[in-house]
């Protein structure tokens, strides 16, 4: 099974700053990561897929890198409803498809 | 627009056999080459992939739950299913029903609460 980790655990940034949250897997995921977002009482909403890739209606201001074991994801110029939870996920290697512990990102 | 929406009982006893429906609205679950999945997250706590079925009808499941649990689909009805066997508290968690799109998760339902207690 691969392991994901994500830091820092909860992040706390100003609006119109820029977050930078971070996910490790275990070994290499190739670019087979998405990563999403889950505000309280509600479904993840999936932000980006093969590492970098926007998904459909998700705004410019985030933006994923990274390959192999290394991740990251940028949000720029933070607004207040990007407040919520993000988990990554790697789908390299199933099953079980994995997923990070999460980064709760709060803004100040 | 791909709409999912989960039901089952919201109370299942320990030991018995948690049963959950997800039906598809929107668009056909025997088209477009999707797995149909199931996730779970305790309260507080993070994502647990729990299985996916092909539109073959193939499964994958996670190793963690022990051979307990059975993911089927329901073309007719446009509905697929997940039975998890042998329940204990540990299984009490909100249940999702899923579209995974082999790069993502992309459609998801609402949540159900399943709560394990006697």
């Known amino acids: 099974e691969i392991m ?3 830091s820092p655990g909860t992040l706390s940034v100003s609006p119109g700053e820029r977050a930078t949250l971070s996910c490790r897997a275990s070994q290499s ?4 990561l998405a990563w999403y977002q889950q505000k ?4 993840p909403r999936l932000l980006i897929y093969d590492a970098s890739t926007r998904a459909p209606g ?3 201001r985030f933006s994923g890198s990274g390959s192999g074991t290394e991740f990251t994801l940028t949000i720029s110029s933070l607004q207040s409803e990007d407040s919520a939870v993000y988990y990554c996920q790697q789908y390299n290697k199933w099953p079980p498809i994995t997923f990070g512990q999460g980064t709760r990102l709060e803004i100040k | 627009q791909v709409l999912l929406q989960e039901s089952g009982p919201g109370l299942v006893r ?3 056999t948690l049963s959950l429906t997800c039906t598809v609205s929107g668009g056909s679950i025997s ?6 999945s199931w996730l ?3 309260a507080g706590k993070e994502l647990e992939w729990v299985g996916r079925i092909w539109t073959s009808g193939s499964t ?3 190793p963690s739950l022990n051979n307990r649990i059975t993911i089927s689909l329901d073309t007719a009805k446009n509905q697929f299913s997940l039975k998890l066997s042998s329940v204990t508290a540990s299984d009490t968690a909100v249940y999702f029903c899923a579209r995974d799109v082999r790069r993502g998760i992309d459609c998801w339902g609402q949540g159900t609460l399943v709560t394990v207690s006697s």
């Open chain 2, 31 to 36: 088209s477009g080459g999707h797995y149909w």
């Open chain 1, 4 to 6: 994901m980790t994500q």
């Open chain 1, 29 to 32: 995921v190739s670019s087979n």
């Open chain 1, 40 to 43: 309280p009482g509600q479904a």
């Open chain 2, 14 to 16: 320990p030991s018995q």
């Open chain 2, 40 to 42: 779970r997250q305790p």
């Open chain 2, 60 to 62: 994958q499941y996670n």
């Open chain 1, 58 to 60: 998700i705004p410019a």
